[in-house]
T-cell receptor, first 118, second 115 residues
Framework: NAGVTQTPKFRVLKTGQSMTLLCAQD?????MYWYRQDPGMGLRLIHY???????AKGEVPDGYNVSRLKKQNFLLGLESAAPSQTSVYFC?????????????????FGPGTRLTVL | AQSVAQPEDQVNVAEGNPLTVKCTYS??????LFWYVQYPNRGLQFLLK??????LVKGSYGFEAEFNKSQTSFHLKKPSALVSDSALYFC?????????????FGGGTRVLVKP
């Protein structure tokens, strides 16, 4: 299994441009998440999904949109990029099988996408 | 609301010495607590978690963490640090019934183990 993969690994945008980050997982996980990582601020949740066709806002959703058309994919879109969106973006997934707190109660992370907005 | 604090931005330790990375949390309810590690240019990797039961939790790579309810802490420890333990460490918390099982992360602590 490849686990959680992210495309692209790096990207440079100009202010106002748009782009989509792709997250794919081959573990048949129900839940998927998008985080951004900024120095000293840890990871902050942007949006998440508890299943195909459903999405919900996280802690910092403004300026981002997401879609979960297929169970294995979770897309993060920036419609009009701003320099404040310069960050490293991580996708994660987890299963809901098993009881909460069991060995399955773990998020699996992708390698990240480094985005710079000029 | 739930929050996590990692009071140290960086911890320096000599190889072979004990390593401690501090974490305190604030939640209204019983917490699930996690430690993740991030090596350079990589995603986060799960180290260990506390759900219930024994306050001392053992995890990967010789790490352990102690849950202290009265002090609302969950410090990560390793008896003898290795140079390869140099990485960024994140503490995280969630509540049992958090929507989407969302995690709240601390700001991270960079660990530098010197030979």
């Amino acid at each position: 299994n490849a686990g959680v993969t992210q495309t692209p690994k790096f990207r440079v945008l100009k202010t106002g441009q748009s782009m989509t980050l792709l997250c794919a997982q081959d573990m048949n996980h129900e839940y998927m998440y998008w985080y951004r990582q900024d120095p000293g601020m840890g990871l902050r949740l942007i949006h998440y999904s508890v299943g195909e066709g459903t999405t919900a806002k996280g802690e910092v959703p403004d300026g981002y949109n997401v879609s979960r058309l297929k169970k294995q994919n979770f897309l993060l879109g920036l419609e009009s990029a701003a320099p404040s969106q310069t960050s490293v973006y991580f996708c994660a997934s987890r299963t809901i099988n098993g009881t909460s707190g069991s060995s399955t109660d773990t998020q699996y992370f992708g390698p990240g996408t480094r985005l710079t907005v000029l | 609301a739930q929050s996590v604090a990692q009071p140290e931005d960086q911890v320096n330790v000599a190889e072979g010495n004990p390593l401690t990375v501090k974490c305190t949390y604030s939640v209204s309810g019983n917490p699930y607590l996690f430690w993740y590690v991030q090596y350079p240019n990589r995603g986060l990797q799960f180290l260990l978690k506390y759900i219930t039961g024994d306050n001392l939790v053992k995890g990967s790579y010789g790490f352990e963490a102690e849950f202290n309810k009265s002090q609302t802490s969950f410090h990560l420890k390793k008896p003898s640090a290795l140079v390869s333990d140099s990485a960024l460490y994140f503490c995280a918390v969630r509540l049992l019934w958090a929507a989407g099982n969302k995690l709240t992360f601390g700001g991270g602590t960079r660990v530098l183990v010197k030979p």
